[in-house]
C-alpha cells in the first residue's frame, strides 16, 4: 500500500499572469496612502518592475490586496504613453467576507524596522540619491536619522550626549584616507561608523 503524504500545513498559491485592465478596486478598501507615498511606490516600481503578486477574488476579478501598487502601474504606463503589461497575480476563491478580512490583514498585518539592522542595510549602500531613498519608501531626513541618530530614551553618557565628530586632518587626502577606511569597515562589518569608532576606542 503506498504510503500517503501529509497535505502541506498552508495552502501554497499559484501565481497567475492577468492582464490589469481587467481587474477592479474593491470599493471597500480601506487604505489610502499619500501623494508622496504614491510617487515613492511609482519610483519603486520603474526601478525594480512588478514583482510582487496582487491578491485578487477570483469571482469578478476584484482587487483583496494590492490596490496601490495596480494605480501605480497604470500612472506610470499613462504617463509613458504605453499599455498595461500582464502582472503577476494570485485568484482566490473566496466569497465577500473571507474577501474583506483578508483585505483587512494584508494592509494591517506589518512589522517594525529594527533600527540598527535597518540602518546597517542603509550604511551597506553608500551614497544614496534622492530618487534611490525615495524609491524605498523612505525620505532623506529618515536616511539622516538613522545613520546620525539622536540619544535613545533612557540613554545617558557621552555617547548619549554627542552624536556627532569633528575632526580636524592636516590634508584633504588624510580626511578621504579617513573616510574611507570607516566607509569600508562600515560595509564589512554593517556597523555604523560611530559604532566603530567606539570599539576602536574601547
Known amino acids: 500500500m503506498p504510503?500517503?503524504?501529509a497535505p502541506p500545513p498552508?495552502?501554497?498559491?499559484?501565481?497567475?499572469?492577468?492582464?490589469?485592465?481587467r481587474l477592479a478596486a474593491a470599493a471597500y478598501?480601506?487604505?489610502k496612502i499619500s501623494a508622496r507615498a504614491m510617487e515613492a511606490l511609482m519610483q519603486s516600481i520603474r526601478a525594480h518592475g512588478f514583482v510582487e503578486p496582487v491578491v485578487v477574488q477570483r469571482e469578478g476579478l476584484i482587487v483583496i490586496g494590492g490596490h496601490q501598487r495596480v494605480e501605480a502601474l497604470r500612472r506610470l504606463c499613462a504617463a509613458s504613453g504605453v499599455g498595461l503589461p500582464k502582472i503577476p497575480a494570485v485568484l482566490l476563491d473566496v466569497g465577500e467576507r473571507e474577501a474583506k478580512r483578508l483585505n483587512v490583514a494584508l494592509n494591517r498585518i506589518a512589522g517594525e524596522w529594527d533600527d540598527d539592522a535597518l540602518a546597517a542595510v542603509l550604511s551597506s549602500l553608500g551614497s544614496l540619491a534622492e530618487v534611490e531613498v525615495l524609491g524605498m519608501g523612505l525620505s532623506a531626513r529618515e536616511v539622516a536619522a538613522l545613520l546620525v541618530p539622536g540619544p535613545r530614551e533612557g540613554e545617558t553618557g557621552?555617547?548619549?550626549?554627542?552624536?556627532t565628530l569633528s575632526v580636524r586632518f592636516d590634508t584633504v587626502e588624510e580626511r578621504d584616507a579617513a573616510k574611507a577606511l570607516l566607509d569600508?569597515?562600515?560595509q564589512r562589518t554593517g556597523l555604523r561608523p560611530g559604532a566603530i569608532l567606539r570599539e576602536l576606542l574601547k
Open 10 to 21: 498552508v495552502a501554497v498559491h499559484r501565481v497567475t499572469m492577468i492582464d490589469p485592465a
Open 184 to 186: 569600508e569597515r562600515a
Open 3 to 5: 504510503e500517503q503524504t
Open 29 to 31: 478598501n480601506p487604505r
Open 158 to 163: 557621552a555617547f548619549a550626549r554627542s552624536v
